[in-house]
Each structure stands twice: as structure tokens, then as C-alpha cells.
């Protein structure tokens, strides 16, 4: 039986067992998608959960807040993107080793070119964005961007975090540091890695209340559950378009699918689970 799992804290908010358990279903595979909570700094409870993908226990998991940098090290070896990134959100076994992936970064720009549509930004050269929050998710995210050709800035409360996150990256022109709280914003895109706004926690945004944005922001939550952050509703009251991170779940979860089981499936199969 078939073994796979998401590890993080909290975790019981997740969609991923039912997307991953449908389409195991819909391959004929046996098996279940389990969840793993983990407090953030148990790492011996981390790295027992690791031996058992090691030892064929559990063929493999994704990682979520708090743990895509903690399980770094305990992998045999990172792709090239997980390095990049700095981060891991899936993890697989290969010939006889560990390996720490990273498919949000795909998933994410993946999502956000059917979200902004080529037609409404030059994809030679995609404009400015503002992502909020510096954590693991951000580092897909900041990757993915710039990857794709955009400007970035970076605001962050842990100015020591988002420094990091640029220094990561500090061979790139289009990266600068925002660590103000800021009133008004005319960036092309507002890129929420961060989890305010997650339930339970519905009614927060990572905004001020009295940030000014342009009616041409377009704004992208990771956060999909609830369905409509606050962020997300706030922006449609302002006629602004917005979008949370399903997509992204989805476009990741067909990804790491991929990896786990050799089977490819298309993310439509996924979607049509959670709606």
C-alpha cells in the first residue's frame, strides 16, 4: 500500500489529502495521503518522519510552514531548484537517496500565467512586484519571478529574514529591499507568501488598512483556505483582480504526483476534486 503524506504545522486546514487521495483513486493505485503535524521546533519528530521515507515506510511527502528549510538537512542531496530556492516542499526517494524537490515554484508560475493572462503583460518583460513575507514560500515565489523576467521588491517585518532572502539572490539587479510599512503601491503584481489570513485566523490581511493600491495591481495569495481571504475580498471590493493559491496547490500537487508514482495527470483532474 502506498504511502504518501504533507508535514508541517498546522496542517489540518489542508486540501491535499483530498486531491492526492482522488487521484490515487483514479490511477487504481492503493494507497492514502496522510497528514503529518509537527510543532515547529520538534526536529527529532522531523527527522524520524524522514527515515521512514528513507527506509520505504512512506514513499514520500510534501513540506509545508514551518519545515521547507528544516528538512534540508536531512536530505542526501537537493535539485538544482531546492538549491536555488533554498527550500523543499516535496520529498523523494532516488536511487538509494533522499531527495528534497521543489515543485512550488513551478506551480506558482504555472498559475499566475493563466491568473494575469501574456496578453495584458509583455512576457519579455513581465513589470514589478511586490511579494510580502520572506519565508520558504517567498523563495519559490522570488525564484519564479524572477526566472520569468519581473522587478521585485521584497517587504518583510523580519528585516534579518527578507536581507537573507536577497542576499540569496543578490547576483540579480531586479531585487531591492522594502522593510517600511507602506501607503500606496503601483506595482503590476502583490505576491502574499506569508500566512496571514489562513484559517482560522479569516479576518486578518497582511495589508494595512490603509494601503492605497492601483486598479492595474493584480494580487495573487498563496493562501487558498479559505476559499476568499480577506485580502482577496478586499481587493474585489476595489474592483481589483485577485486570486488566492489554489492553483498553485493544484499545479504543485499534479507535480509531485508526477514525481511519487510515475503517473502524469492533468491538473484539470485535480481541480474538478476541489470544486
Given at each position: 500500500m502506498i504511502k504518501l503524506g504533507l508535514i508541517g504545522y498546522p496542517v489540518s486546514h489542508s486540501l491535499s489529502p483530498k486531491i492526492q487521495n482522488a487521484a490515487l483513486r483514479a490511477c487504481g493505485l492503493d494507497g492514502e495521503y496522510l497528514l503529518f503535524p509537527i510543532a515547529p521546533n520538534d526536529m527529532q519528530a522531523l527527522r524520524d518522519l524522514v527515515e521512514r521515507i528513507r527506509s520505504g515506510e512512506i514513499l514520500g511527502c510534501n513540506v509545508t510552514l514551518p519545515h521547507k528549510q528544516n528538512v534540508i538537512w536531512f536530505?542526501?542531496?537537493?535539485?538544482?531548484?531546492?538549491?536555488?530556492?533554498?527550500a523543499v516542499n516535496i520529498i523523494y526517494m532516488r536511487e538509494?537517496?533522499?531527495i528534497g524537490d521543489n515543485t512550488d515554484a513551478a506551480g506558482f508560475i504555472t498559475d499566475l500565467k493563466?491568473?494575469?493572462?501574456n496578453q495584458e503583460i509583455g512576457i519579455e518583460n513581465r513589470g514589478t512586484a511586490l511579494v510580502l513575507g520572506a519565508g520558504g514560500s517567498a523563495r519559490s515565489v522570488v525564484y519564479a519571478l524572477?526566472?520569468?523576467?519581473?522587478?521585485?521588491?521584497?517587504?518583510?517585518?523580519?528585516?534579518?529574514?527578507?536581507?537573507?532572502?536577497?542576499?540569496?539572490?543578490?547576483?540579480?539587479s531586479a531585487i531591492e529591499l522594502n522593510v517600511q510599512t507602506f501607503k500606496r503601491s503601483n506595482v503590476q503584481l502583490i505576491v502574499n507568501t506569508t500566512p496571514v489570513g489562513m484559517t482560522p485566523n479569516v479576518d486578518?490581511?497582511?495589508?494595512?488598512?490603509?494601503?492605497?493600491?492601483?486598479?492595474?495591481?493584480?494580487?495573487?495569495?498563496?493562501?487558498?483556505n479559505p476559499r476568499e481571504t480577506k485580502?482577496?475580498?478586499?481587493?474585489?471590493?476595489?474592483?481589483?483582480?485577485?486570486t488566492t493559491g489554489l492553483g498553485m496547490?493544484?499545479?504543485?500537487?499534479?507535480?509531485g504526483f508526477e514525481l511519487w508514482t510515475g503517473n502524469k495527470m492533468s491538473s484539470d483532474i485535480f481541480r474538478n476534486v476541489v470544486e
Open positions: 536530505m542526501d542531496e537537493l535539485t538544482p531548484t531546492a538549491q536555488a530556492i533554498g538509494n537517496k533522499l493563466k491568473f494575469i493572462g524572477l526566472n520569468d523576467g519581473w522587478q521585485i521588491t521584497i517587504a518583510a517585518r523580519r528585516i534579518e529574514q527578507a536581507q537573507m532572502l536577497a542576499v540569496q539572490f543578490q547576483n540579480s486578518q490581511s497582511p495589508l494595512p488598512e490603509d494601503a492605497s493600491l492601483s486598479l492595474h495591481t493584480k494580487i495573487y495569495d498563496l493562501v487558498y485580502l482577496v475580498r478586499d481587493a474585489h471590493l476595489l474592483g481589483i483582480s485577485a496547490l493544484i499545479e504543485q500537487a499534479a507535480l
